[in-house]
């Protein structure tokens, strides 16, 4: 079983920078890929980024260039900074664990808007 916790999100005008945060415990963190995804109203959940327990990192098209996803080991933790947000970022964005199982943290409200 892993816990995860999601922080960091808000409100941010276009153009702006936010960093999200996800906290993991219950497991040994440093074998799971750890991903971000997103959900904007009346869409289908899409992944945003995700790296490897390697540090192989991928991303969606749509955010190569502005998003860069990090993780520590030491600290069981996953980051995913945003800059030059755009209002079609606005989403609740979830964190993932997936190792044998696929585990999701609780989401965190983004909103890019003037």
């Known amino acids: 079983q892993v816990q995860l916790v999601e922080s960091g999100g808000g409100l941010v005008q276009p153009g702006g920078s936010l960093r999200l945060s996800c906290a993991a415990s219950?497991?040994?963190?440093?074998?799971?890929?750890m991903g971000w995804y997103r959900q904007a109203p009346g869409r289908q959940l899409e992944l945003v980024s995700a790296?490897?327990?390697?540090?192989?990192?991928n991303a969606a098209d749509s955010v190569k260039g502005r998003f860069t996803i990090s993780r520590d080991n030491a600290k069981n933790t996953v980051d995913l900074q945003m800059n030059n947000l755009k209002p079609e970022d606005t989403a609740i964005y979830y964190c993932?664990?997936?190792?044998?199982?696929?585990?999701w943290g609780q989401g965190t409200q983004v909103t890019v808007s003037s």
């Open positions: 790296i490897s327990s390697g540090g192989n990192t």
């Open positions: 219950g497991d040994i963190f440093s074998v799971y890929t």
């Open positions: 993932s664990a997936r190792y044998r199982d696929v585990y």
